[in-house]
């Protein structure tokens, strides 16, 4: 799966990183390469979460490419 992810510096030099498309699912570093890396982890975690919430039927499921 790509998902594009935000990444700015704040204030205090920390790289933030979000990912618009799964609200709520954002990280942080102490570099650009440790927030994505984070954010991925982040990410990971949102989705499993979000998946065991909701039982899915396997015959209802569509994949589609935009």
Known sequence: ???HVLVE???AGYYVAEVPALPG???QG???KEAIGNVKE???GWLEVMESKRKINSRR???VVV
């Open 1 to 3: 799966m790509k998902l």
């Open 9 to 11: 510096q704040d204030e």
């Open 25 to 27: 699912c954002l990280s």
């Open 30 to 32: 102490k570099t650009m």
């Open 42 to 44: 982040a990410a990971e």
């Open 61 to 63: 499921l569509v994949e």
